[in-house]
């Protein structure tokens, strides 16, 4: 139990939730399974705790060619939701390689995205990390970092995202709707995660008070024939990626008319593998195409002291990815 | 003895939340307490600055150094005594209040002021330090049968190898409480301890109060696997000592994160091995080992000890080495020694039978060791080659050479085997048997259920010796106000109570048995007793058509019911005829990914020979909890120290991987039942055997699955590439 407390209020109405969430010290709790073990073990100590799992933000519609979850959807649902599973697949297998069933009960699809790294640094407030206290330093850029990224990271923070769901979501290339006190806006979900800067290295690139009210995917039905998520793990459940690879194809006329692939486990976002996606349009959905998405996907990868072995298994996971989307039909 | 598989005593109680833990007492008043932490792994206490603390809502009272210097200086006390700091994370101060949140806060607003002093966190900055400490546990150190050295010149083969293992943590799932308060002179002290006895005789030597003035209860544990033993100790004096101070009972439960630096881990390993052969025979064996300890106290894990009695040879040496770090102690963890240590043998082994070009099996076979060849003594009894058989059969060994290396959708299938080994000790013990004047039966004993059974086997053993029902008996353990009874830790406390129970019943049994013969009213009075016989609750005739009831025969005597007590001494294990050693033969199925490098254990096959299997369905599940532990060990869990602060990273199970559902296989257990005459009720100990061996099973199957040899734990993706 941690000795900070803090106030709790409980929003009905969106416009109320968002008026409270500008204050400074304020935090939004959705499915709160990632705030308040952060809560817990003092690595985050709000004022203000906004619960807004109960806002009517929840629903999954499909209208169109276009797919809307709402920000407090509980991954569950999303994962069981026959308009998920039929058009979009690679969601639901992403979310089900996620946390546990339990977990999964009671976290929303808004809160998945915004959940902090699980560097071990940062999750010890003795620690030096950048992340969580801006200028302290990084400890696992020159310590314990088999976790750390292979893209895009600085001297001031190596860390990955953890999302599983995001990584999907970046393949699908979607777009996250937010909503503050002053208005809304979009954000293509690649845009939501900065890169590290050298003494600070926020998770999110939302500003104060404002709010996931939904994500949106708009024309990825067409890859629901050849999309999967394959997660590499230590363990055979309930574990974070080590190395993941959402890859979703359109395969016309034996040939690759489309690719999406985007890596998690490697850097602060979801990493999309462009050169890779690149070089396989056009091919027919062979070995050797697939080996050369492979090759291209660990290229300018930058590794450090204990994550090396990171790079041929991106590679092979690439490939193996592809394979089990070129498959299926 | 029959052997019987009966239910748990306590399952349901355990299961419907009736039975209550130590830490859950709660007294009126109770005050909750949190430790004060230290942020640097090296230096010395300094000062503690609470004057903002104390001014906190909830009272806070602060314990220190201060105030454990009125304690009498032990290994037990020292680290609450002596200001040196050892290990990053090591409690500095304790801080009681009105509730655990406002003690948590107190225990944020203390200032520490520590003079640092530089660190060596890891061992392998040190390895030039190392140095040899006399015992490891009862066992000599470093070992020499024959000359080693010379046999190694003329082997026609020689496997040099070096093998390490991580740091584990032993996490059962209730964390370590204390509970304390005093009544005048006298304290009670509800705690998780493995030795109720063993923390009775340290609370009075550092108190110095009369061990009767002292209860120390510890009726049921979720776990201990080793770690609910010494190093607990002086966090929970501290709770005494703030109990003492405030005159109010004072509860303390370490957090899931303290228990990664508080309360003991097993020891990391370097184990360097050379194997001779001469014929597919060994001819000799080195095994040499460095392993962690911390600079506040010692302790060396048996880990090459079990080289000495495992196979035939006749030149052996051992030693064993320790290197002081500042990180956490170690402590022994279940199957100590003979997990790390097989592992290295085993794996080695393996290696050897590859170059032979023989099967893993046949070479183990070859090198049976019919008798002790370190203590030249016959085994109390070997069965061995019946596990190796057993498990070998069930498990499909011979189809080792179709299915090697072949595929299973995206698995390449990879078959491994190794031996198991485990000491059958026992330790002095006392036990109480009530029969009541309603035929109901009371059964006492001060020794510990760490979750595996203690109360199942002790009331089973009374029950079957006095021919009543389970549901007639009521077990009573965990109390030093009942008599002297184990500690609870490697696999001896049912060899333990056995031999106890055994005398006390039968002294209950004699005297049954005179009351009904002598009494010409009785139906076999002038009966011959040894034809008498207990069961379906009667004393029985076993040649004529005679028999009466217990409660009658009792009635004869007394309207009070009879009570029986027996003791058994500590066995001096050096001084017997026989060497008992339990054993076993683990044989697993795994699969790895060839591209992605996954591993994933498939089948395990494990044929134990423990002696007499009291109670088969508790020791199935001993064998599989262990062996799951054993998994755990061989490719999921490791404790990493930050070089840098020595600060334990990832103190939670969302870092610290242990094996999950998914992760368990089919388990397949043969249990080979032994007579061993030299054993009392041929009891041996169980509970260790399936924590070894499978490592190096593991291994060995990821080396049959994809040629890869690995020399480390845990098995890692990494590894496989
Ligand atoms: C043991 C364990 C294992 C896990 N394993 C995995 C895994 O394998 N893969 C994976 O992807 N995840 C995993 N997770 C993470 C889990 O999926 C996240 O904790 C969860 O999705 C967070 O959702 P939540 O609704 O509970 O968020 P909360 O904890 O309520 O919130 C998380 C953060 O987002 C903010 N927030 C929440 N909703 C909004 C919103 N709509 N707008 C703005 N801010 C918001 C909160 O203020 C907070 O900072 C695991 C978690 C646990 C505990
Ligand atoms: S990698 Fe990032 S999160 Fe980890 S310690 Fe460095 S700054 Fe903190």
């Known amino acids: 139990m941690s000795s900070a407390s803090f106030n709790y209020v409980r929003a009905t109405e969106l416009t109320d939730a968002l008026s409270q969430g500008k204050r400074p010290g304020a935090a939004y709790l959705a499915g709160g399974t990632d705030l308040l073990q952060l809560w817990k073990a003092s690595l985050t100590a709000p004022q203000d705790v906004i619960d807004i799992s109960r806002l009517p933000l929840a629903d999954i519609t499909r209208a169109g060619d276009r797919l809307v979850i709402?920000?407090?959807?509980?991954?569950?649902?999303?994962?069981?939701?026959?308009?998920?599973?039929?058009?979009?697949?690679?969601?639901?297998?992403?979310?089900?390689?996620?946390?546990?069933?339990?977990?999964?009960?009671?976290?929303?699809?808004?809160?998945?995205?915004?959940?902090?790294?699980?560097?071990?640094?940062?999750?010890?407030?003795?620690?030096?990390?950048?992340?969580?206290?801006?200028?302290?330093?990084?400890?696992a850029r020159d310590g314990e970092n088999r976790h750390a990224v292979l893209f895009g990271g600085s001297s001031g923070c190596v860390a990955t995202h953890a999302s599983d769901l995001a990584v999907a979501l970046a393949a699908l290339d979607a777009e996250i709707a937010i909503s503050s006190a002053s208005g809304e806006r979009q954000l293509a979900l690649s845009d939501l995660y900065p890169l590290p800067g050298e003494t600070t290295a926020p998770d999110s690139s939302l500003r104060p008070g404002e709010m996931i009210t939904a994500i949106r995917i708009v024309g990825a039905e067409r890859f629901a024939p050849h999309s999967t998520y394959l997660k590499i793990r230590d363990r055979a459940s309930?574990?974070?990626?080590?190395?993941?690879?959402?890859?979703?194809?359109?395969?016309?006329?034996?040939?690759?008319?489309?690719?999406?692939?985007?890596?998690?486990?490697?850097?602060?976002?979801?990493?999309?593998?462009?050169?890779?996606?690149?070089?396989?349009?056009?091919?027919?959905?062979?070995?050797?195409?697939?080996?050369?998405?492979?090759?291209?996907?660990?290229?300018?990868?930058?590794?450090?002291?204990?994550?090396?072995?990171?790079?041929?298994?991106?590679?092979?996971?690439v490939i193996r990815a592809l394979q089990t989307a070129g498959d299926q039909s | 003895?029959?052997?019987?598989?009966?239910?748990?005593?306590?399952?349901?109680?355990?299961?419907?939340?009736?039975?209550?833990?130590?830490?859950?007492?709660?007294?009126?008043?109770?005050?909750?307490?949190?430790?004060?932490?230290?942020?640097?792994?090296?230096?010395?206490?300094?000062?503690?600055?609470?004057?903002?603390?104390?001014?906190?809502?909830?009272?806070?009272?602060?314990?220190?150094?201060?105030?454990?210097?009125?304690?009498?200086?032990s290994a037990a006390t020292s680290l609450i005594r002596e200001k040196a700091i050892h290990f990053h994370g090591q409690p500095v101060a304790l801080v009681a209040a009105a509730s655990l949140s406002e003690a948590r806060e107190a225990a944020k607003a203390i200032n520490v002021s520590i003079a640092a002093r530089t660190a060596l966190t890891q061992m392998d900055q040190a390895l030039d330090q190392a140095y040899a400490p006399a015992m490891?546990?009862?066992?000599?150190?470093?070992?020499?049968?024959?000359?080693?050295?010379?046999?190694?010149?003329?082997?026609?083969?020689?496997?040099?190898?070096?093998?390490?293992?991580?740091?584990?943590?032993?996490?059962?799932?209730?964390?370590?409480?204390?509970?304390?308060?005093?009544?005048?002179?006298?304290?009670?002290?509800?705690?998780?301890?493995?030795?109720?006895?063993?923390?009775?005789?340290?609370?009075?030597?550092?108190?110095?109060?009369?061990?009767?003035?002292?209860?120390?209860?510890?009726?049921?544990?979720?776990?201990?696997?080793?770690?609910?033993g010494q190093l607990w100790w002086p966090w929970m004096f501290w709770a005494m000592l703030a109990s003492r101070k405030t005159d109010r009972p004072v509860r303390l439960e370490l957090s899931r994160a303290q228990m990664f630096t508080l309360v003991g881990r097993r020891q990391e390993t370097t184990q360097d091995l050379a194997l001779g052969f001469v014929d597919g025979h060994l001819t000799a064996i080195e095994h040499d080992v460095v392993a962690q300890t911390s600079t506040h106290a010692e302790f060396s894990d048996s880990t090459a000890v079990y080289t000495r009695f495992l196979y035939a040879c006749p030149n052996v040496t051992t030693r064993?080495?320790?290197?002081?770090?500042?990180?956490?102690?170690?402590?022994?963890?279940?199957?100590?020694?003979?997990?790390?240590?097989?592992?290295?043998?085993?794996?080695?082994?393996?290696?050897?039978?590859?170059?032979?070009?023989?099967?893993?099996?046949?070479?183990?076979?070859?090198?049976?060791?019919?008798?002790?060849?370190?203590?030249?003594?016959?085994?109390?009894?070997?069965?061995?080659?019946?596990?190796?058989?057993?498990?070998?059969?069930?498990?499909?060994?011979?189809?080792?050479?179709?299915?090697?290396?072949?595929?299973?959708?995206?698995?390449?299938?990879?078959?491994?085997?190794?031996?198991?080994?485990?000491?059958?000790?026992?330790?002095?013990?006392?036990?109480?048997?009530?029969?009541?004047?309603?035929?109901?039966?009371?059964?006492?004993?001060?020794?510990?259920?760490?979750?595996?059974?203690?109360?199942?086997?002790?009331?089973q053993i009374a029950a079957d010796a006095l021919g009543l029902p389970m549901d007639k008996v009521t077990v009573e353990l965990g109390d030093t106000d009942l008599p002297d009874g184990p500690f609870s830790g490697g696999s001896q406390v049912t060899a333990s109570i056995f031999p106890a129970v055994d005398a006390a019943t039968s002294k209950l049994r004699a005297v049954l048995t005179s009351i009904a013969?002598?009494?010409?009213?009785?139906?076999?009075?002038?009966?011959?007793?040894?034809?008498?016989?207990?069961?379906?609750?009667?004393?029985?005739?076993?040649?004529?058509?005679?028999?009466?009831?217990?409660?009658?025969?009792?009635?004869?005597?007394?309207?009070?019911?009879?009570?029986?007590?027996?003791?058994?001494?500590?066995?001096?294990?050096?001084?017997?005829?026989?060497?008992?050693?339990?054993y076993g033969a683990i044989f697993v199925e795994i699969g790895v990914d060839p591209e992605l490098w996954e591993i994933r254990v498939r089948r395990v096959c494990g044929a134990f020979a423990a002696g007499h299997i009291l109670n088969p369905l508790l020791a199935r599940s001993q064998y599989i909890g262990g062996l799951i532990g054993g998994i755990g060990m061989a490719l999921h869990e490791e404790t990493v120290t930050d070089a840098t602060t020595g600060s334990i990273l990832g103190k939670s199970f969302t870092d610290y991987l242990i094996p999950v559902h998914a992760d368990m296989p089919a388990f397949d257990i043969a249990m080979i039942d032994e007579n061993d005459p030299h054993l009392p009720g041929g009891v041996k100990g169980i509970g260790m055997l399936g924590t070894a061996g499978i490592q190096a099973a593991i291994a060995n199957a990821v080396n049959d699955a994809i040629g890869k040899r690995v020399r480390k734990l845990p098995i890692r993706i990494e590894d496989c590439l």
């Not at chain 1, 992403?94 to 809160?111: E, F, H, K, P």
């Not at chain 2, 290197?323 to 097989?342: D, K, L």
């Open chain 1, 238 to 317: 309930f574990e974070f990626a080590v190395v993941s690879v959402a890859a979703a194809l359109r395969i016309e006329d034996g040939v690759i008319a489309e690719a999406r692939l985007a890596a998690g486990g490697v850097a602060s976002l979801p990493w999309r593998l462009g050169r890779s996606e690149a070089a396989l349009i056009g091919r027919a959905p062979t070995e050797q195409a697939f080996a050369a998405a492979g090759e291209l996907a660990i290229e300018g990868a930058r590794p450090l002291e204990g994550n090396a072995f990171k790079i041929p298994l991106l590679r092979n996971a």
């Open chain 2, 320 to 459: 064993h080495r320790l290197v002081r770090t500042n990180e956490p102690q170690p402590v022994p963890m279940r199957a100590p020694g003979t997990a790390p240590g097989t592992f290295a043998l085993e794996s080695a082994m393996d290696e050897a039978a590859e170059l032979l070009g023989i099967d893993p099996l046949e070479l183990r076979l070859n090198n049976f060791a019919d008798h002790d060849q370190e203590n030249g003594r016959p085994w109390s009894s070997n069965s061995l080659r019946e596990c190796y058989r057993v498990g070998a059969e069930r498990f499909g060994w011979a189809e080792r050479r179709t299915r090697s290396a072949a595929k299973i959708g995206r698995w390449k299938i990879g078959f491994g085997m190794a031996t198991t080994l485990y000491p059958a000790i026992r330790q002095a013990c006392r036990a109480r048997v009530a029969l009541r004047a309603d035929g109901s039966l009371l059964v006492q004993c001060g020794t510990q259920d760490m979750g595996s059974g203690t109360y199942t086997a002790l009331g």
């Open chain 1, 70 to 139: 709402g920000a407090m959807a509980r991954l569950s649902d999303v994962a069981a939701h026959p308009e998920v599973k039929a058009g979009h697949p690679l969601i639901c297998d992403a979310i089900l390689a996620s946390a546990s069933g339990q977990v999964r009960n009671l976290a929303t699809a808004g809160g998945n995205l915004l959940q902090r790294t699980r560097c071990p640094y940062f999750s010890d407030a003795g620690l030096a990390c950048n992340k969580r206290d801006p200028g302290s330093g990084c400890g």
């Open chain 2, 136 to 228: 490891v546990g009862r066992f000599p150190a470093a070992t020499r049968r024959g000359d080693s050295t010379r046999a190694l010149g003329q082997a026609e083969l020689v496997v040099r190898r070096s093998y390490t293992t991580a740091v584990n943590n032993h996490h059962p799932m209730e964390p370590h409480a204390v509970v304390c308060w005093w009544e005048g002179k006298k304290a009670v002290v509800h705690t998780c301890t493995q030795a109720i006895f063993g923390t009775r005789a340290i609370i009075a030597h550092a108190f110095e109060m009369p061990p009767a003035d002292i209860r120390v209860l510890a009726r049921y544990l979720g776990g201990g696997f080793g770690c609910k």
């Open chain 2, 517 to 582: 013969t002598s009494d010409p009213a009785s139906p076999l009075g002038g009966k011959p007793p040894e034809d008498l016989e207990f069961a379906d609750g009667m004393i029985r005739s076993r040649s004529g058509n005679a028999g009466e009831r217990l409660t009658d025969v009792l009635a004869r005597a007394t309207s009070n019911g009879l009570e029986a007590e027996g003791e058994i001494p500590a066995t001096d294990h050096q001084k017997l005829a026989a060497t008992g050693m339990g």
């Open chain 2, 1 to 73: 003895m029959k052997d019987r598989t009966i239910a748990r005593y306590e399952g349901v109680l355990k299961v419907t939340g009736q039975a209550r833990y130590e830490g859950e007492t709660s007294p009126e008043g109770l005050l909750h307490a949190a430790l004060v932490e230290s942020p640097v792994s090296c230096g010395e206490l300094e000062s503690l600055d609470a004057s903002w603390a104390t001014a906190l809502r909830g009272f806070p009272t602060l314990v220190t150094h201060d105030d454990a210097a009125s304690l009498k200086p």
